[in-house]
Structures are given as C-alpha cells and as structure tokens.
C-alpha cells in the first residue's frame, strides 16, 4: 500500500509524452455515489430480496437479474460493457485486487467533485456545503490554453458546482440545477416547461434534462471538453429505493451511449475523442443496510471505479494488474490526454493513469 501512494503521490516537475496523443476532445461523465459492486457484478441479490429496499422484486428480476455476473452486469448497463469494456480499460475491479478510491477522507459529493476536478483532496471542502472553491481546475486550465479558449463546457444535474467552478470568476460554461436549459430553441423552451413540471427525488433538476442540455450544446458549439455530472444515482439510493437506482444507472449508461453515438458522428470529434467515466464516492456494502449512505463513517464508501475509452486507450478492458488508483489522478490524466500538464498551484500533483493513453 506505502509503495502506491509512493509512486502517486511524487511530485513530477514535468513529464514528456512518446509521441502526442491523438485525443483532441476529452468527454467526463461522472454518476453519482454509483457503487462499483453494480459496475463489475450487476444487480445486487442481497439488495433485490429485501423488501425494505426493493418494492417491485419480479420486474426487476426480470430486467436486470441472472445467475451469471457477467450477464447481470450487461444488462444493467448495456454500453459500458459492449463497447467500454471492449474498446477500453475498466479500473476499480475490487474482486481483482485492482482498487480506485477517493483521497479524500469525507467520502462525499462535494469533496470527490472537487478531487475530480482539482486533482487533490481540498481540506476547504469537507462536507456539501455551498462554500465556494477557490482552488485552480483542471478545467479553467484547460480553458486557457491556446485553441480551448471558450471550448470547454459543464453541465451538472447538481447545485454545487457553480460553487465549485466559482463560476461568478470562471471563463468556463456552466450549466447546473436549476439554469435556463434554453439556447434559444422553442425545444428548450419546452424543455424548461418540462423541467418546471416533472417529479424529481430532489429538489434538482432531473438527470435527463442536463443530459439533453448537454447533446443539445455539444451540437450547437462542439466543445473540445465536455464535463457532465449526473446525479439521480445518488439521491434514490439516499431514499433505499433500489428498484430506482437500478433502473436510473441503466437510463444513465443509455444517456452515455446516445451521446457518444452523436459525438462519432460529428467530425470534430470521430475517433479523436476520449471518454472518461467514473463516481464521485461510493456506497456502503459490507453492511447491507449502508448501501444507501455514505461518508466518513462507512469504510467502503471511499471505493469507486474508472473506465476510459478514446484513441489512446489500448482496448484492455478490465484492468487486472494489481494497483491503487485515485480520483484526484484524473485532473492529471484530462490534461494530459490533450498533451498538457496540469499541476495544482498548492499541492503536489498525483500521476496521470499512464495506461489510459499510453498505448
């Protein structure tokens, strides 16, 4: 263990690429408190039989159960494991001795947002209160460099991120929570009627209207980063419904796949994208009934899971060497696959998954 925080933890003045990557648009998309125990295994069996959490046992039996692993998981999320898995690298795979995990020791939303995206584990953000964050991003970075000026874009179902990007001094678009969805159209007019009317688990906007703001968006301005938090994972796993859950992550994993089946058919983005997913915490598991919270006082809820797919990556799928990987290296590797290097101004930078782009 010593020997990996060694190696991640080292400070890097520099790094010099091989050769330059082939990525020149980079697409994010975190799911939230999506625990990696769906990701490599399915649907939960332990989970599906309790009546507490699971309301409708047959229709879910029916939609996401089988006795394979292997099938559950596919089934549960159809794109991630027939074209994710199969052209990229998955990491996170516990049962495999392949570990992710936040660096943060809160082990919630706000704090893995901020480690995504800040590349350490901000002590200013300790909880999910809207204290704003006046750390550097890897995305105002980003947003700065020569040919990204005005390329780089948010769109969040969550209420921190305009905190969390400081957006009154950010160049970056964002768009989260309750923001006009309209660029104009009578489509999003409509869909700010919908968003307006539709019933929700919280008081966020619902997951498929940041989805359809962002495919909207990428099709209007073609963005070279594209940052998309999801949110509804997280807020029916706080109520304990399971049947819920399952079915949101599986909506998820169609948004994912509908939003790369349009970015490979624009030629800004065909085969020079990559796609980078992940969680921004855990859940509870070894405790059955703590699936549906998080935080310092669960132990597992600091686990959490990668997958990447793009130019770059060499089509792996899992990742079986034995490792530790950690959110925060993925300000690191996003700048990294677009050839810079991101440092954070007050602390020392973790390494880039160099398998995600080295090939």
């Keep these: 263990m010593k020997f990996y925080c060694l190696l991640l933890f080292s400070a890097i003045p520099t790094f010099s690429f091989s050769q330059k990557p082939k990525t020149e648009n980079v697409v994010v998309v975190v799911l939230d408190g999506l625990r990696w125990q769906e990701v490599f295994a399915g649907a939960d069996s332990a989970l599906i039989n309790r009546p507490a959490f699971t309301k409708s046992k047959a229709k879910i039996d029916k939609k996401f159960w089988d006795n394979d692993f292997k099938v559950r998981r596919e089934k549960l999320f159809p794109f991630l494991w027939k074209t994710v898995a199969k052209q990229g690298q998955m990491y996170g795979n516990r049962y495999l001795q392949n570990f992710a995990d936040v660096s943060n020791p809160f082990q919630m939303t706000y704090p893995g947002f901020s480690e995504i995206l800040t590349g350490y584990a901000d002590p200013a953000i300790s909880s999910n209160r809207l204290v704003t964050s006046k750390s550097q991003n890897v995305l105002e970075f980003i947003n700065k460099q ?113 939003l790369w089946n349009l970015i490979q058919s624009i030629p800004q983005y065909k085969n020079k994208t990559t796609l980078l997913i992940t969680c921004d915490h855990g859940r509870g598991d070894i405790i059955k009934n703590q699936w549906t919270s998080h935080g310092p006082q ?11 797919m793009g130019p770059d990556t060499k089509p792996q799928g899992i990742f079986i060497e034995k490792g530790r990987y950690y959110l925060a290296q993925l300000a690191t590797t996003t700048a990294a696959l677009l050839g810079f290097d991101f440092k954070p101004e007050t602390h020392q930078a973790m390494t880039p998954i160099f398998s995600i782009f080295r090939k």
């Design 298 to 308: 669960i132990k597992d809820s600091g686990q959490v899971w990668i997958a990447a």
């Design 146 to 258: 020569k040919g990204y000026e005005g390329k780089v874009a948010v769109f969040a179902t969550s209420d921190l991120f305009p905190a969390l990007m400081d957006r009154d001094n950010s160049k970056v678009y964002i768009n989260a929570d309750s923001d006009s969805l309209a660029f104009g159209s009578a489509e999003f007019r409509l869909l700010n009627e919908m968003q307006r009317l539709t019933s929700k688990p919280t008081t966020e906007r619902p997951d498929l209207l940041t989805y359809f703001a962002a495919r909207e968006y990428v099709k209007a301005f073609q963005p070279k980063v594209l940052f998309l938090a999801l949110g509804e994972t997280d807020a029916f796993a706080h109520d304990g419904n399971y049947d819920q859950y399952l079915h949101t992550a599986y909506a998820q994993d169609k948004m994912i796949s509908e």
